[in-house]
């Protein structure tokens, strides 16, 4: 098992994805590889700064590096030789069995589209994230940031992703999906969360309890909350914000400390050929470390032939 790392994708990278990764090396399995994809030559003196034997990692040298303010598409065709480039370029050709990096999420988004594809029958991948649970535990939130604009049609696929997602990676038996509206009631919310409750409810490939309330995100009322990328991503923002809030406010608390986007490493993009994780722009060593223990988990778990089979007549 290969999985590859972008050691030039994020804010503190170099440094931080290769101390990281280094991390992450002390829990591999004897079959289990990390593909370093960026200039080695600034990865050696990291290395050797941490007594770490450079031979234990495998390189790829890439001499371009895609910035995290810059066009998405732009930069993936003008910067064929960036890390996140070539890293999909050997996604793609099977020389890697993951692909992880804390860089530009367009970039990522884009790189995951043109190169291993959607898996045939899902109509727009998701990016799902992890939300804590008052009572322990957590559920997945997806869409949040991949798909602003959605039809009722994806959202019925994101609770699909989202049920096959918890049971292979975090074996939860029979997940139940919730869509996130402005009420219980089903005639509650705009066109599209209506036409999505239709469809959701209708459907035996998930198990679709209704419509919960913003209210409802931190209880134990739904594995799998749906809803559209632009709701996603307001509340995945708004949620990472409760941690840091607790530490300039000085508080400690253990609900709290699990908003921590460490503990989580990354994002999956979910209904693509091959795993692929967004990791946060700030991701320190221990973000990048458990994004690449993600990254094992999902191939190890053939996550994305279970999503393969879902969708195969679709």
Do not use: W
Not at 29 to 43: E, R, S
Not at 74 to 85: E, F, G, T, V, Y
Not at 263 to 277: D, E, F, H
């Amino acid at each position: 098992m290969k999985i590859g790392l972008d050691i030039m994708g994020g804010d503190y990278a170099p440094q931080a994805t290769i101390l990281g990764a280094i991390e992450a090396y002390k829990q591999l399995d004897a079959n289990q590889n990390i593909v370093l994809i960026g200039d080695k030559q600034i990865a050696l003196p990291i290395l050797a700064a941490n007594n770490f034997n450079p031979n234990l990692f495998e390189y790829v040298q890439t001499t371009e590096v895609i910035g995290m303010g810059e066009h998405p598409a732009k930069a993936i065709l003008q910067k064929p030789n960036s890390s996140i480039s070539v890293g999909f370029q050997l996604l793609k050709e099977g020389k890697i069995d993951s692909f992880a990096s804390a860089g530009n999420t367009g970039a990522m988004l884009v790189g995951a589209m043109f190169s291993v594809k959607a898996i045939p029958g899902v109509i727009r991948p998701a990016i799902a994230s992890i939300i804590p649970k008052l009572k322990g535990g957590f559920g997945i939130l997806l869409d949040v940031g991949a798909n602003a604009d959605c039809r009722p049609e994806m959202l019925l696929q994101f609770g699909v992703l989202g049920s096959i997602y918890a049971n292979q990676m975090f074996n939860v038996e029979k997940p139940n999906v919730g869509l996130m509206n402005i009420g219980e009631e089903e005639e509650k919310g705009n066109m599209l969360s209506q036409a999505a409750f239709t469809l959701m409810k209708a459907s035996e490939q998930i198990d679709f309890f209704g419509n919960l309330e913003g209210r409802d995100l931190f209880n134990d009322k739904a594995d799998v909350i749906v809803c559209d990328g632009f709701t996603g991503n307001v509340v995945l923002k708004l949620a990472e914000s409760f941690y840091v809030l607790t530490l300039k406010k000085g508080m400690k608390d253990e609900f709290f400390d699990r908003f921590n986007y460490e503990q989580y490493g990354g994002s999956p993009i979910l209904g693509v050929n091959a795993p692929v994780i967004i990791g946060h722009g700030i991701s320190t060593p221990e973000a990048v470390k458990n994004m690449l223990l993600s990254s094992i988990k999902m191939v190890k778990t053939k996550l994305i032939d279970q999503f393969k089979i879902a969708f195969s007549d679709k």
